[in-house]
């Protein structure tokens, strides 16, 4: 069973930065694919950006230019550094790790992002 940590969001204002971390404990040897995930109040839960153990990305288009998706093997850990924020990216942020066709999902953590 896989355990993942996220790290605290924030209330940061637009055009500022953030940077979330997930560290993930247990069964570790089974995870590919690392990401995260937002929802935002009434809307339905979307994907911001995953990385493989390999290095290679993928980002919604709301998103690229402008976040980076990282990871440390060594560490287990992923990270989404988020720059130029704006209004729109205020939503729960949720980390999601997946391997062996199974998939753990953290807690979510909140992003607020003022005018």
């Known amino acids: 069973q896989v355990q993942l940590v996220e790290s605290r969001g924030g209330l940061v204002q637009a055009g500022g930065s953030l940077r979330l971390s997930c560290a993930a404990s247990g069964g570790i040897s089974s995870i590919n694919t690392m990401g995260w995930y937002r929802q935002a109040p009434g809307k339905q839960r979307e994907l911001v950006a995953t990385?493989?153990?390999?290095?290679?990305?993928n980002y919604a288009g709301s998103v690229k230019d402008r976040f980076t998706i990282s990871r440390d093997n060594a560490k287990n850990t992923v990270y989404l550094q988020m720059n130029s924020l704006r209004p729109e990216d205020t939503a729960v942020y949720y980390c999601r790790v997946s391997g062996y066709g199974l998939g753990y999902w953290g807690q979510g953590t909140q992003v607020t992002v003022s005018s």
């Open positions: 990385i493989t153990r390999g290095g290679s990305t």
